[in-house]
């Protein structure tokens, strides 16, 4: 897959039915309250300049998930609908919950936009899931997994699914990737220098690990690799979009950090157009 994702860059636009809200209670869901306001703000960037799952990685879910347009699909954490969209269709409905109001009205205008009312948004931490939602025929997470208290979360999830219903968690991992490149060092270099203080969030477990030591059986793992092209103002956008260099904390400072992106990457390429390398994992396992 050979992208640019820039101001060109066409991004996937689907379906929506209401966002409830939850009330949120309790020692545990108050400790991971706080991250919650990360995304704050980002939903336009996220929506925006986030690539895509691949099409490569959406069919392997189809097919090791056996989807066939019926049942139910719940995605945690779903922000403005990056996996949950292209998911939809194998579904007979499709529930996203997040704890961000930015990311849901978002996905909220897409809905609207198009009056296709397939899918339902909610407003609630994960970790408040129950069996008021019903029963699901799949249970997803993209890119943020590694936010919520996971061994909880996957026991609430193994109860909402269906005998034989599977779990997908999948990801694609930052745009600075390892590092590796030129440009991707150039990058962190100024962000390290605008945002020091930032949090990172790491868990020491991987994910493949929680799910392997939970209820769930049979777990599959994968990686599909692709590339794509970035812009300057994609890559600009892309670190907006992100928990650790909101656009809102710099403030009146935001052109000047622009700036010393555009100027550092300039000076590797005069031509503005960088190649992103591309991983999307997936993490699958069965009830």
Not at 66 to 83: A, I, M
Request: charged residues 25%; proline residues 2%; hydrophobic residues 35%.
């Amino acid at each position: 897959m050979h992208l640019l994702i820039g101001k060109k860059f066409s991004f996937h636009t689907n379906v929506c039915m209401r966002i409830e809200s939850h009330e949120k209670t309790g020692d545990k869901v108050k400790e991971i309250m706080q991250t919650h306001g990360l995304y704050d703000g980002a939903a336009y960037y996220y929506l925006k300049y986030r690539g895509q799952y691949s099409d490569r990685l959406i069919d392997t879910l189809a097919n090791k998930c056996h989807l066939n347009g019926e049942g139910r699909l719940l995605d945690l954490g779903c922000g403005t609908g990056k996996l949950t969209f292209p998911l939809a269709h194998f579904f007979e409905e499709t529930v996203g919950i997040d704890v961000s109001s930015d990311m849901l009205k978002s996905a909220q205008s897409q809905c609207e936009l198009l009056n296709i009312k397939k899918m339902k948004w909610m407003k609630m931490p994960s970790e408040k899931i129950s069996p008021a939602l019903g029963s699901f025929r799949m249970i997803t997470a993209g890119d943020a997994f590694h936010w919520m208290d996971r061994e909880h979360v996957l026991k609430l999830s193994y109860d909402l699914l269906e005998e034989g219903g599977a779990l997908a968690l999948v990801g694609q991992g930052h745009i600075l990737g390892d590092r590796s490149l030129e440009w991707q060092k150039a990058v962190q270099h100024v962000v390290d220098k605008w945002f020091p203080n930032r949090n990172r969030r790491i868990n020491a477990v991987r994910h493949e690990h929680i799910v392997a030591q939970s209820s769930f059986h049979s777990l599959l793992t994968g990686q599909i690799h692709s590339e794509r092209e970035r812009d300057i103002p994609s890559i600009i956008g892309y670190l907006y979009s992100t928990s650790t260099c909101r656009k809102t904390q710099l403030g009146k400072e935001a052109p000047q950090f622009e700036k010393e992106i555009y100027d550092v990457l300039k000076t590797i390429d005069s031509s503005g157009i960088f190649r992103e390398p591309v991983t999307d994992y997936y993490i699958i396992a069965y009830k």
